[in-house]
């Protein structure tokens, strides 16, 4: 179990505070990846949550475990060091804010791109503390993430009878796929300020709700609490810790591709605890000039778009103009906004 040490509190009075929610969900779908009814669960828990959580996905724990300390070594650095592998504009160390429109959350951050390009050159000074070991953790994750991801992929389009059956996963897997990969920490927090938040009758937002603009991400973390999900009927759960697993989330442009039968969900994280949390999401995306549209052999006759057309670099562009929280999907909803 990782425990890092906890930070400087200097600005916490920026970080927002939500209500408090409900306890833990168990009613998650679990899909075992070497099961012969996986196709069809996974397509059932898209349609329904939008997300669901994966065991027997074949990613070497080692691999995540080597990937994990290399991560906690990084934060643990002083403040200054860090820094110094900032600002994430694109890539890079981020504290506390996230994005570029003002929103705030109690975390800290590394970004990066994905491709070999990014991330032997302008990742470079994230690396510059510990080269070797954490760069290779890093690129080895990637890969075998991303492998397991193209495989529930493929699991979608066998059972949405799609053809190719590559139709989504070589967009992760294009030399330019415009993936990326997150490595965040979400520090204790220490037990005078829980107990003032607490008393107030709050939460401490560590990730604030959000949909993610990609096509599929992947979240894997330590064994804590502070993922939460919102349920179709706009409630709030959390989801129970498990950290051999990994959690799948369906994003705005798979919603798009699948004309509205899978909803991206939304989701945050908590980070009212006295232990830290240390996650690492991979985002897999498509390459900036991809056309996000319904996947032609998916609709039945007649059907039309839900969505205007758009590739995904103008709906990258458009979504970072947004706050975190923002209904990023609607300007392009047919019925939706402008
Ligand atoms: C506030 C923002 C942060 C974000 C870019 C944005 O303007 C809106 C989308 C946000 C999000 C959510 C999912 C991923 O964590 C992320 C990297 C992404 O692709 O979209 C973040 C962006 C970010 O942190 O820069
Ligand atoms: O840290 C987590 O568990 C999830 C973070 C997240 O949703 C994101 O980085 O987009
Ligand atoms: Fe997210």
Redesign the pocket.
Known sequence: MVVLSQPALEDFSVIKTCKPTSGLFNDIPVIDLKDFKAKTRIVEACEEFGFFKVINHGVSMELVAKLESEAVQFFKLPQGDKDRAGP?NPFGYGNKR????G?VGWVEYL?FGTNPEFISQKSLSIFQQSPEGFRCAVNEYISAVREMMCEVLEMVTDELKIEPRNVLSRMLRDEKSDS?F?LNHYPAIPFSELQAVRVSGRNVVGFGE?T???IISAVRSNNTTGLQISLRDGAWVSVPPDHHSFFINVGDSLEVMTNGRFKSVRHRVLADSLKSRVSM?Y?GGPPLGEKITPLPSLMEEGEESLYKEFTWCEYKNS??K???GDN?LRLYEKNGGN
């Open positions: 994430p996230i994005g570029p429109n929103d970004l990326f997150r959000h993610d603009p990609q999401v985002f979504a970072y947004t706050r975190l990023r």
